[in-house]
């Protein structure tokens, strides 16, 4: 399937760990996940809504997430997400994950 | 698993999600417009701009779409509606396939349903799997005190018994019926778990109760809702009514066994088979090695009979009561290897079915080639159409299955109803079950596939630019595959018109044949006293000679008699060494023995061909007699005169001289297929025989008009006795039922097979007509009279028959030899009248089936045939 497309620019599979990360704090709608992940990466990280969607949806099926409808900050129809119980585990899984590889990378790095 | 769920939920609302997901997009896009309009953009521009920024949402909308998506079903989905449009556009077709597999999957899936019922359904009992059926010293039952000794010696979790084949008279009103009755221990219920409907089980203490059966209940006390704790007089005794069973119960013995009643087996003289619930995790064989062990402790206690050396541990047998192991014991061989065949018989006729699916989708395939080959050039790939194809034969298949379950559910319905002449009542219960339904859905899938597997290969094999360039008329010598359909049709139903021409010959066999006693002018009268009425022998005798004078003074009888067992009906059979005074040498035979009163053979016609018949005067006390049948006499006596001679049974001791008086000449004794069997017949009034169950036999010229009488003049003798009275031909039921069953299951399925085979004949031929109207006509035209035209038709019928029954005969000759098994010994199976009557009716419905389109092909007319396109 498609799913070579969707993965962002840095490292691959790092997606659903920060979206899963960004919804730890409490329900979010898409475009404020995207924001608020820009804003803690001090804009360095932008999620294109190209594949930001498809990712939640994958996640939704996958059964991290739940969606539901609600009324935004500024009283719009919007779509919350939120973590599951699967989904907090996952998240746990894929940082504790992250920080070995991380750790592994700079061992490497600092070696050569 | 959740996962699946979600995706199928997903699959049930996708319109929603579409609108959901739109709703979404806009959601974002005006967020961010809000943002920039913020910073100071002017809204339009800003709703633009944010619009830019989002990107092609048509992509992202195909990606969040296709995280939802289950592909193989969705396109399985599209092709099944696909399939479903291009079924409504061709409806002769469709019903033509769905007609021939719904005939053939009806009757296979009922076969299989009544195989599952007779050998796989589970009794009424809690955990069959630890029930066990157990004989001992090679008897099918034991007597109670050996019973009792081998419960209490507690070797399994508990041990009760059971007697299937006992009778009883139940008083109601001012008349008696006799009942068929399951005699149980006390404790039967409790150990094999029985559950009832209404009321309790019999429990151990109970004393005289009695549960009754669903049936009883309601056919004979009209369904009473207060006849717990009602009596019944049974015997002369009060049974108290305990409980009711279940509709849907069945005995452990199964093959649709029914008894009225359940009473328990308190006479001292009753015999039980025995039935063991094993611990938790005992194997059988562990159980065999227990039950030997306790039977080396009982011939201690009770010495077995049968002479020196011989063991109640001998001959001892632990038979699971269901499933496999079941059926692999050595009585149930004959009954599986009948349904195996069965089995794949409708096997046969369900592949027949599926050729001629295949035969009208490949007609279809060749009418459709350039729509698939158009298919094909614009980049579908060949597995996508095969595809496409085969969802065609699985929606066909699954419309045929979905008919032929109708069709099942109504003969499954059918047989349960049947009442078979049978002396034991019997009852089916054939429910579909979730047994029915995997093997349906396999049944559905393999059909497809046997269907549609070939025709989608063949149909997308040649190449685009051929397909594309001939026309449909053009195309020549793709007969072929058709041809050797119609060929493999009409030679598996040789096969199948054989096996069921060979059963209904049997059949006729059967009927035709003489039992070897006059059945046309006997009548059988059956009292069975209460036997706690009759405690002496002399009660019992003088109710027998007081009948025998009444019968033998009534108008139209000429003769009367009394026999221990009626033949054809019940059997009695002994094994013993014999040794005769012209031979030291004792030999051991198995013949049947029967004890018969004075002028026996003169009622029932059979010939007495040296010596004399029993006379009154062979009494207790006078030197005992024999009479003996041609069989019996030739393997004693070789071809002396054995009239005068005496033989003696050596085992357990040796016996007092037995003096031979009269040769019979041989009969049938139990079935109509047996063959030479040897019979000693005992006089009846000098055995130790006080039975309860008295067959008198009466000779009349004119059976049907005195059976009343006879009923009358017997119950005058005692009101409680039940009485039951019929010609002999009525009672012969029983031993033409095998072959009847035989013929009626076989016979259909060969006429199903011949049914199908001829559509597919006919269907093949009717194509070919019409692909060829162009060439009838031109040959018309050019002045070919009709002859030659029906010449032509004919000589490709004769072609594919001529194949299919050559085929087909010689797969018959070999495949038909193991059915000898189920054929009375004068019926071979390569008897060249049955295959001669094969042929002939092949012939005469491949004629019929040639005609039709022998009749179009002469109509044609050139004119029109040519300008046809």
């Known amino acids: 399937m498609a799913q070579e497309s969707t993965i962002p620019e840095f490292l691959p599979g790092t997606l659903y760990m920060l979206v899963l990360r960004t919804l730890a704090r409490g329900p979010l709608h898409g475009y404020a996940i995207s924001r608020r ?76 | 698993m959740k996962e699946i769920l979600r995706r199928l ?7 929603r999600f579409n609108r959901e997901l739109d709703d979404e997009i806009e959601f974002h896009v005006q967020m961010r417009a809000d943002e920039l309009e913020k910073a100071g953009m002017p809204q339009t521009e800003a ?78 009992c809690r955990d069959p799997q630890t029930l066990a059926s157990m004989q001992i010293g090679g008897n099918s039952h034991a007597y109670m005190p050996h019973y009792r000794f081998l419960r209490d010696a507690h070797i399994f979790e508990g041990l009760a018994g059971s007697n299937e084949e006992s009778e009883s008279n139940w008083r109601f009103g001012n008349d008696t019926y006799r009942l068929q009755v399951m005699r149980v221990t006390e404790n039967f219920f409790h150990v094999v778990g029985v559950p009832v409907a209404m009321g309790r089980p019999m429990e151990p203490g109970d004393g005289d109760v009695v549960v009754l059966s669903d049936r009883f209940w309601r056919a004979r006390l009209a369904a009473d809702p207060n006849v717990l704790g009602k009596a019944l007089v049974i015997d002369g005794r009060p049974y108290t009514v305990s409980g009711v069973l279940p509709r849907n119960h069945r005995t452990v013995l199964g093959f649709g066994f029914a008894p009225e009643l359940y009473l328990p087996a308190s006479r001292e003289s009753d015999i039980v088979a025995l039935i063991a619930r094993l611990p938790e995790g005992m194997s059988m064989r562990a159980a065999y090695a227990r039950l030997v062990a306790a039977c080396k402790q009982l011939d201690k206690v009770y010495p077995p009979d049968w002479g020196p050396g011989s063991s109640w541990a001998n001959n001892v047998e632990v038979v699971p009561v269901a499933g496999m192991e079941r059926l692999k014991s050595l009585n149930m061989i004959p009954f599986t290897a009948f349904f195996g065949m069965l089995m794949i018989v409708v096997g046969l006729v369900l592949l027949i079915a599926c050729a001629n699916v295949s035969s009208l989708l490949l007609a279809r395939a060749s009418a459709r080639r350039q729509e698939l080959a158009i298919r094909l050039a614009i980049g579908a790939g060949r597995g996508r159409i095969v595809r496409q194809l085969l969802a065609e034969s699985l929606l066909l298949a699954l419309l045929g299955t979905c008919a ?97 021409f ?63 067992v009626v033949p054809l009906n019940d059997n009695w059979v002994n094994m013993l060494d014999i ?31 040296e010596g004399r018949e029993f006379v009154l005067s062979d009494q207790k006390g006078s030197p005992e007699v024999a009479i003996i049948n041609e069989n019996m006499s030739r393997r004693l006596f070789g071809e002396r005169n054995p009239v005068g001679h005496t033989f003696r049974y050596t085992a357990p001791t040796l016996s007092a001289p037995v003096t031979v008086v009269g040769v019979a000449k041989n009969s049938k004794y139990f079935t109509l297929g047996e063959e030479n069997p040897l019979a000693l017949y005992m006089a009846y009034f000098q055995a130790d025989l006080s039975t309860a169950n008295l067959h008198f036999l009466v000779r009349a010229s004119r059976p049907q008009d005195v059976v009343k009488e006879i009923a009358q003049t017997m119950g005058r003798l ?27 299951l076989l016979g259909s399925m060969g006429l199903l097979g011949l049914a199908l085979a001829s559509i597919g004949l006919y269907g093949v031929l009717a194509y070919a007509v019409s692909r060829r109207i162009r060439e009838i006509g031109l040959r018309i035209a050019l002045g070919a009279d009709s002859r030659a035209i029906v010449g032509m038709v004919v000589r490709q019928s004769l072609s594919l028959v001529i194949i299919g029954v050559a085929i087909g005969l010689g797969i018959a000759v070999f495949a038909t030899r193991p059915l000898a ?49």
């Open chain 1, 37 to 112: 992940i820009k804003e803690s990466s001090e804009d360095a990280l932008e999620i294109e809504e190209g594949s930001l969607y498809p990712a939640l949806n994958r996640m939704l099926v996958k059964g991290w997430l739940t969606a539901e409808w609600g009324i935004s900050e500024n009283h719009r129809k919007a779509r919350f997400y939120q973590l599951t119980e699967d989904g907090r585990r996952q998240l746990e899984r894929e940082s504790s994950q992250f920080d070995r590889l991380i750790r592994a990378i700079q061992l490497v790095m600092r070696s050569a």
């Open chain 2, 9 to 15: 939920a997903y699959l049930r609302r996708r319109n």
């Open chain 2, 47 to 124: 709703v633009r701009r944010a619009r830019r920024e989002f990107g092609s949402s048509v992509r992202m909308r195909e990606q969040t779409r296709a995280a939802w998506q289950i592909h193989w079903l969705e396109d399985l989905l599209s092709d099944l509606r696909y399939a479903l449009r291009a079924l409504r556009r061709n409806p002769g077709f469709a019903a033509a396939a769905i007609f021939s597999l719904a005939l053939g999957i009806g009757a296979n899936t009922t076969i299989f349903s009544l195989t599952m019922e007779f050998l796989f359904s589970q009794p009424s």
């Open chain 2, 404 to 500: 032929g379950l109708v069709l099942n559910l109504w003969l499954s319905g059918v047989m349960n109803r049947v009442q078979l002449p049978l002396p034991i009542p019997m009852q089916l219960l054939i429910q579909p079950d979730w047994r029915l339904l995997l093997y349906s859905m396999a049944v559905a899938l393999v059909s497809a596939l046997a269907a549609g597997l070939m025709p989608a290969l063949k149909a997308t094999r040649e190449g685009v630019s051929t397909a594309l360039k001939l026309t449909d008329r053009q195309v020549g010598g793709r007969w072929t595959l058709r041809n050797a359909l119609v060929v493999g049709q009409l030679a598996v139903s040789v096969v199948l018109l054989t096996t069921g």
């Open chain 2, 502 to 564: 060979l059963f209904v010959r049997n059949m006729t066999k059967v009927m035709s044949m003489s039992p070897g006693f006059d059945a046309e002018h006997t009548v059988w009268a059956y009292m069975r006293l209460v036997p706690e009425k009759y405690t002496t022998v002399e009660q019992n005798r003088s109710v027998i000679s007081n009948a025998l004078s009444e019968l033998r003074a009534m108008p139209g009888v000429g003769a009367a008699s009394i026999a221990g």
């Open chain 2, 579 to 609: 040794r005769t005074d012209l031979n030291d040498q004792p030999i051991r035979l198995r013949f049947h023995n029967n004890n018969v009163g004075p002028d026996y053979f003169r009622t029932m016609g059979i010939p007495i061909l």
């Open chain 2, 718 to 744: 005692d009101a409680s006795a039940a009485i039951e009275v019929k010609p002999m031909r009525d009672a012969m039921g029983f031993a033409f039922l095998p072959s009847r069953i035989g013929a009626a």
């Open chain 2, 821 to 869: 098994m189920f054929l009375v010994p004068e019926l071979s199976p390569t008897d060249p009248a049955t295959f001669l009557g094969v042929v002939g009716v092949l012939v005469a419905v491949a004629v019929a089936a040639t005609l039709g389109p022998a009749l179009r092909a002469v109509r044609v007319d050139p004119m029109t045939a040519l300008r046809y396109e």
